[in-house]
């Protein structure tokens, strides 16, 4: 018998090698394209002028702009978009396909026609989509770790892990989101477009609460305020946020779990 | 019949808002039987049989497979229960031995002399990947992988579509061993031979209404089919007119066509007084049977 195909879990993990080693790839990648370009950019004082001259919202939206700092550099070129993008899309299109994918292909039919309780075909596919992500982010880990130092950028590892964490953490609870809206509408493409908007509308509101009155007290609301607002490469990561960014998830989760266990499957 | 049903459905209603669904769809299947659910495409057979795996939830009325309920007990039910969807799809990228082997596990293992003598059987390519093989070929891998770990029942909605004629006398062997074996087969077709080469009791649904279920024989008894007569020689009409069970008579010069209900004896010996040229029975179509149960104006089965 085929190890890699022994349950759902291990089975939807062999179905995602191809894409997972793509993402890693691609994780590693970035790091490096970015890495590479820190030697030219760090003693550029005009770019540090420049950034003083742009409204705050975008300011907020880069994070920091002393990028004679390592650290600042990495915050704002890799952790306040790229690198939480990256391991978003992966967790949401991981999370919509789980369910909401096997059933518009039509596979689900045979797959709950087994011994297996409904719940632990989610529950298996979301630790697959939880692994996924994991993967992904120690990815990101080594390669900030590995290829920053060559081009000058030495950062602590530990909080390098916590911010990877962080971003993780996040990614996982979009992600989760994304299977609880596969599992109550069934439909893959409306679940992604869903949790994108989510992500889009919490993300700006995030970014914009600092500087806009209107939607400065809904800047809790937004996950991305959990992520980063502690700003976590510099402080670490903040144990009640961390833990309200597993709240998300789980609450995603146990969505997904009621939803499904509720709903007629669409042939 | 004792013993517990192995299917019992009570007053199994599914509504959808439009007219696709079931209604009050009540009957048992005994253990050891093969009972086919005959009925044309959209009648409600699918829907049937996706409320007893718990796939759908009825929205009146009730099942219970093997005593138990469908949605509390459905780990249990599906253990002994071998299911083919009407529609389905594979895993495109494994191969049809991976994927076996992947439900296999899921129902805690099932031995590989289990599998083997089913794809040599049904001459079902286990190397290739599933993206590569024809819709019948599909097929048969969903048949393997409904018969491979021997479930008390099997569930098989639409089982011969796809299937050359070779592989249904294959199939319709399999489903012969599995009774003798003492398995349960609940099958659907909108084909009327096949059920009743394949099947003890049918139970005919039509607009989500199980209109009747009956022995096989008895169907057949009330069967009505076209028959046509080639003789050597013109005959005379009265010949056949005073007949019994016989409808809609039409003699041109040597040939004879008319509509039997029941049995043929009287129309064989009949026609047994002239030369026989030819004799041609016309299998009746679903809609003919639908006749025969309404009464309706194809003739009057009486």
Known sequence: ?267 | MSAEPVIATTDLTKSYGRSRGIVDVTMTIEPGEVFGFLGPNGAGKTTTIRTLLDFIRPTAGGATVFGMDPHADSVEVHRRVGYLPGEFALYEHMTGRDYLGFLAALRGGVADHQIDPLAERLQSDLTVKIASLSHGNKQKLGLIQAFMHRPPLLILDEPTQGLDPIMQQVFHAMVLEAREAGQTVFLSSHALPEVERMCDRVGIIREGRLITVEDVGALKARAVRVVDLHFARPVPAEAFSSLPGLHELEVHGDVVRCSVAGPMDALVKAAARFEVLDVESHEPSLEDIFLTFYGGDGGDPG
């Not at chain 1, 400065?216 to 992520?227: A, G, I, N, T």
Request: proline share 4%; with cysteine.
């Open chain 1, 1 to 267: 018998m085929n190890v890699f195909t022994v349950n759902v879990f291990t089975k939807t993990m062999r179905d995602q090698r191809r894409a997972l080693t793509g993402w890693a790839l691609g994780m590693a990648a970035l790091v490096l394209l970015y890495a590479s370009f820190y030697p030219s950019i760090k003693g550029n004082e005009s770019l540090n002028e420049y950034f003083d001259t742009l409204p705050e919202a975008v300011r907020n939206m880069v994070g920091c702009i002393d990028f004679s700092s390592p650290t600042c550099y990495i915050q704002s070129e890799i952790f306040s978009i790229m690198g939480p993008l990256l391991l978003m899309i992966l967790a949401i299109g991981a999370g919509a396909r789980a369910i909401a994918g096997e059933e518009e292909t039509g596979t689900l039919d045979l797959l709950l026609a087994n011994p297996i309780a409904r719940r632990r075909v989610v529950l298996e596919k979301f630790w697959a989509m939880v692994a996924a992500t994991i993967g992904v982010g120690v990815v990101m880990w080594a390669a900030i770790a590995a290829f920053g130092p060559p081009f000058g950028l030495h950062l602590g590892l530990a909080n390098l892990g916590e911010a990877v964490l962080a971003a993780v953490l996040m990614a996982i609870g979009f992600g989760a989101g994304a299977l609880a809206m596969g599992c109550w509408l069934g439909k893959r493409g409306l679940a992604i477009a869903v949790v994108t908007s989510v992500a889009v509308v919490t993300y700006l509101l995030n970014v914009l609460a600092p500087s806009v009155d209107a939607v400065s007290s809904l800047q809790k609301l937004s996950p991305f305020y959990y992520y980063i607002d502690n700003d976590p490469l510099r402080n670490g990561l903040d144990p009640v946020h961390a833990l309200v960014l597993v709240l998300i998830a789980a609450a995603g989760l146990g969505l997904a779990l009621f939803a499904f266990e509720r709903r007629d499957l669409t042939t």
